[in-house]
């Protein structure tokens, strides 16, 4: 019978951690090219190089990263520590022929959100002109810009060093033609008039740039908006917000879809609304 990756690690560290801690140890990971991220219980703190150097050897990677805790603050930067293996963590995750570089100590990447750069890849975007707000390293640019066939897309990011990957990773999938990257704020970096399309790949009160996403079209265009969102409200609050947002500078939703990208929290959902806006 082969042996799941967890099964073999359960294995190889019954030598190193006491056999009452061994069903504790975490069975969820992101591997992200060749390092990898894991949170560790409290109770298996103390050995925590041994158990990093075990996940290493099993998985492949090179490095070890401690997920301390969430993501902080308006740059999206991770909150993680070095624990085993090369302080060099910079790396190249391929995903859907996809080429993402990135260092994950510096950089967020989510595999929770595959699903969603995927379908990004299928959205028919022919000629369009595209504005992807808080583009980050190009998670949802890229396979855009590589299968949708736009004109033009232009990715916003705020973050230095998410702006470094960026064009790093516009060149490396061969799309320097079509996406331009622009750095610094949304709210003074977006140009205006110009979008038949609108990501807002966004989650922490993303309806205070609808304004700005809003201002980017030059007519009719869809809004992908995305927000964190208690269960409960899901089918009520992010479109409202989108509507409050619309009425308020002379647009009517004339469409939209929901969709809930992946659990974000117990009773939360990370949701994104494909919403087709005219001007009134």
Same mark, same amino acid.
């Given at each position: 019978?082969?042996?799941?990756?967890?099964?073999?690690?359960?294995?190889?560290?019954?030598?190193?951690?006491?056999?009452?801690?061994?069903?504790?140890?975490?069975?969820?990971?992101?591997?992200?090219?060749?390092?990898?991220?894991?949170?560790?219980?409290?109770?298996? @703190?103390?050995?925590?190089?041994?158990?990093?150097?075990?996940? =290493?050897?099993?998985?492949?990677?090179?490095?070890?990263?401690?997920?301390?805790?969430?993501?902080?603050?308006?740059?999206?930067?991770? !909150?993680?520590?070095?624990?085993?293996?090369?302080? !060099?963590?910079?790396?190249?995750?391929?995903?859907? %022929?996809?080429?993402?570089?990135?260092?994950?100590?510096?950089?967020?990447?989510?595999?929770?959100?595959? @699903?969603?750069?995927?379908?990004?890849?299928?959205?028919? =975007?022919?000629?369009?002109?595209?504005?992807?707000?808080?583009?980050?390293?190009?998670?949802?640019?890229?396979?855009? =810009?590589?299968? %949708?066939?736009?004109?033009?897309?232009?990715?916003?990011?705020?973050?230095?060093?998410?702006?470094?990957?960026?064009?790093?990773?516009?060149?490396?999938?061969?799309? !320097?033609?079509?996406?331009?990257?622009?750095?610094?704020?949304?709210?003074?970096?977006?140009?205006?008039?110009? =979008?038949?399309?609108?990501?807002?790949?966004?989650?922490?009160?993303?309806?205070?740039?609808?304004?700005?996403?809003?201002?980017?079209?030059?007519?009719? %265009?869809?809004?992908?908006?995305?927000?964190?969102?208690?269960?409960?409200?899901?089918?009520?609050?992010?479109?409202?917000?989108?509507?409050?947002?619309?009425?308020?500078?002379?647009?009517?939703?004339?469409?939209?879809?929901?969709?809930?990208?992946?659990?974000?929290?117990?009773?939360?959902?990370?949701?994104?609304?494909?919403?087709?806006?005219?001007?009134?």
């Amino acid at each position: 019978m082969i042996k799941t990756p967890h099964e073999l690690i359960r294995e190889k560290l019954q030598y190193y951690v006491p056999s009452s801690l061994l069903y504790i140890l975490p069975n969820k990971w992101e591997k992200i090219g060749n390092v990898l991220i894991i949170k560790i219980p409290p109770a298996l @703190e103390r050995y925590r190089r041994e158990i990093a150097g075990v996940y =290493a050897s099993v998985l492949k990677c090179k490095s070890v990263l401690e997920d301390l805790g969430g993501i902080k603050g308006e740059k999206r930067e991770p !909150n993680v520590r070095l624990i085993y293996g090369n302080s !060099n963590t910079e790396t190249i995750h391929v995903e859907n %022929g996809i080429r993402y570089k990135l260092d994950p100590s510096k950089i967020m990447f989510s595999s929770g959100n595959m @699903e969603e750069r995927i379908r990004m890849a299928t959205i028919k =975007a022919k000629d369009e002109v595209v504005v992807d707000m808080f583009a980050g390293i190009g998670y949802f640019s890229l396979p855009l =810009a590589v299968y %949708g066939s736009p004109k033009k897309v232009y990715a916003i990011e705020i973050n230095p060093v998410a702006y470094k990957y960026l064009r790093e990773n516009i060149t490396l999938n061969n799309v !320097n033609a079509i996406v331009e990257p622009l750095l610094g704020d949304n709210k003074k970096a977006t140009p205006k008039g110009v =979008a038949d399309r609108v990501i807002m790949g966004y989650l922490h009160e993303t309806h205070n740039y609808l304004p700005v996403a809003l201002e980017s079209l030059k007519g009719s %265009g869809v809004i992908h908006y995305h927000e964190i969102c208690p269960n409960e409200l899901l089918k009520t609050r992010p479109l409202q917000m989108v509507r409050n947002a619309t009425e308020n500078l002379g647009f009517r939703i004339i469409d939209f879809k929901r969709r809930i990208v992946k659990s974000y929290a117990p009773g939360v959902s990370h949701i994104v609304l494909d919403v087709k806006v005219g001007r009134i």
